[in-house]
Nanobody, 125 residues
Framework: VQLQASGGGVVHPGGSLRLSCQVS????????IVWHRQAPGKKREGLAS????????YYADAVKGRFTISSDNAKNMAYLQLDRLRPEDTAVYYC???????????????????WGQGTQVTVSS
């Protein structure tokens, strides 16, 4: 499985962006799509996950209520809508996939089986 993220850019505080994740092959071949981000000098953190079959979503507290994960299985695409962006949301955003499930927490870095390349999001006035 290969994943390709896109849609990053520069946005003012309070603005919005929609990130896209193209999944090669059938998106239903993986259990879940997850989004992570990594800010300069910080550890990578999991943000949101969506189970591809059931559509069940899960969010980190830091982004709950501001970010929305979704998928379009017919297009083998997943999305992360970023709203009310803050300067501290500046990071490289990665889409990733969990192949069969997860052991502890779907947002843990160790749960990821496939990583895509990142897309830069910069929130600045």
């Amino acid at each position: 499985v290969q994943l390709q993220a896109s849609g990053g850019g520069v946005v003012h505080p309070g603005g919005s962006l929609r990130l896209s994740c193209q999944v090669s092959g059938n998106i239903l071949s993986v259990y879940a799509i997850v989004w992570h981000r990594q800010a300069p000098g910080k550890k990578r953190e999991g943000l949101a996950s969506i189970a591809t079959n059931l559509g069940t979503t899960y969010y980190a507290d830091a982004v709950k209520g501001r970010f929305t994960i979704s998928s379009d299985n017919a297009k083998n695409m997943a999305y992360l809508q970023l709203d009310r962006l803050r300067p501290e949301d500046t990071a490289v955003y990665y889409c990733a996939a969990l192949r069969l499930g997860y052991s502890v927490d779907p947002l843990l870095e160790d749960e990821v089986d496939y990583w895509g390349q990142g897309t830069q999001v910069t929130v600045s006035s």
